[in-house]
T-cell receptor
Framework: SQTIHQWPATLVQPVGSPLSLECTVEGTSNPNLYWYRQAAGRGLQLLFYSVGIGQISSEVPQNLSASRPQDRQFILSSKKLLLSDSGFYLC???????????FGAGSRLTVL | DAKTTQPPSMDCAEGRAANLPCNHSTISGNEYVYWYRQIHSQGPQYIIHGLKNNETNEMASLIITEDRKSSTLILPHATLRDTAVYYCIGQTGANNLFFGTGTRLTVIP
């Protein structure tokens, strides 16, 4: 069966510090991978998605970047965090060509 | 691109059916309607999706109007564990499901 792992679960970082959130998927090959962000009391906003190794599409210009160094690994990064980067970050995967998403447990980021 | 409109909140008595409405008047002919739910502080969970026909699975039923401008998610016997935010989602492009703010369903004992 397929599983998705996301870490760290919680993170408190000062403004201006770097960020790295990691997501890995097991039990499938060539998945579509996604990073979403959810600000407090808001809906989910798609940040990045990837349909293959090294391929990243950005939906919203911002202070963040994503990379996919391996087929089942998706990384969200920032060089310098802003207060507005605080939120609940969710990684998800889907079978290539399908739209049924399976989400990870999320990473809660607080920037102080 | 299909955007959806849902009531911000609803209550339902435990054991009764929960009927969650969604308007998607701009949906195009080949766009599916998806439903997810998010229990507090967890990742969203897929529930069901449909195009034209009504759909049913072990979690819920989805009723789509003939003109496809609205749909209703039905939880036949709501339990306290069904308390969550329910998202009705339109598909906007091959790789983007647009999540709005959803309906916060509270199941009352």
């Amino acid at each position: 069966s397929q599983t998705i792992h996301q870490w760290p679960a919680t993170l408190v970082q000062p403004v201006g510090s770097p960020l790295s959130l990691e997501c890995t998927v097991e039990g499938t090959s060539n998945p579509n991978l996604y990073w979403y962000r959810q600000a407090a009391g808001r809906g989910l906003q798609l940040l990045f998605y990837s349909v293959g190794i090294g391929q990243i599409s950005s939906e919203v210009p911002q202070n963040l970047s994503a990379s996919r160094p391996q087929d089942r690994q998706f990384i969200l990064s920032s060089k310098k965090l802003l207060l507005s980067d605080s939120g609940f970050y969710l990684c998800a995967w889907a079978v290539s060509g399908a739209n049924v998403l399976t989400f990870g447990a999320g990473s809660r980021l607080t920037v102080l | 691109d299909a955007k959806t409109t849902q009531p911000p909140s609803m209550d339902c008595a435990e054991g009764r059916a929960a009927n969650l409405p969604c308007n998607h008047s701009t949906i195009s002919g080949n766009e599916y309607v998806y439903w997810y739910r998010q229990i507090h502080s967890q990742g969203p969970q897929y529930i069901i999706h449909g195009l034209k026909n009504n759909e049913t699975n072990e979690m819920a039923s989805l009723i789509i109007t003939e003109d496809r401008k609205s749909s209703t998610l039905i939880l036949p016997h709501a339990t306290l564990r069904d308390t969550a935010v329910y998202y009705c989602i339109g598909q906007t492009g091959a790789n983007n499901l647009f999540f709005g703010t959803g309906t916060r369903l509270t199941v009352i004992p």
